[in-house]
């Protein structure tokens, strides 16, 4: 994908599909998925509210790929070690990169600095466009696809 900043392909490819689950993903992309939400969320704490809000906006657009609500990609971030919450699930905070989990430091650089709407828009414009090239080539070469034979 040419218009896409070096990133990791299994990212790329994952953020173009739709109605994926996390627990079906691959560990390695699910740790993408999930450094993918991690960089979209401020560096500062948040209430409960307010970092619903903010799951629900990546869902939305950047994470639209991923067939879960706020919540449960919520507790997945908390269980990965990607947000802190406190006991009482009052205050949220994203875990700095250098406080991460080892396992997770690699997924964290593969995201670093990354703009989660744009990088999926352009993930996905990239993957219209070629799809338009292939239909562009099958016509060029098998000709315009015949009409319907069944009456209207």
Avoid at 92 to 100: K, P
Avoid at 116 to 141: I, L
Wanted: aromatic fraction near 4%.
């Amino acid at each position: 994908m040419a218009l896409i900043p070096a990133i990791d392909p299994a990212l790329a490819a994952l953020v173009v599909k739709d109605g994926v689950a996390l627990g079906g993903l691959p560990e390695h992309q699910r740790q993408l998925a999930l450094a993918l939400a991690w960089v979209g969320l401020p560096e500062v704490p948040l209430t409960e509210p307010e970092v619903n809000d903010r799951l629900k906006s990546l869902l939305a657009r950047a994470l639209r790929c991923l067939d879960t609500d706020h919540v449960e990609l919520r507790r997945w971030l908390v269980d990965a070690g990607w947000l802190a919450r406190d006991g009482y699930g009052r205050r949220y905070e994203r875990v700095a990169r250098g406080d991460l989990p080892p396992a997770r430091t690699a997924a964290a650089a593969a995201v670093a600095g990354l703009a989660p709407d744009a990088f999926t828009a352009a993930c996905r414009a990239e993957r219209a466009a070629e799809r338009e090239r292939r239909r562009q080539a099958w016509v060029a070469r098998d000709g315009p696809a015949l009409p319907d034979p069944s009456p209207p």
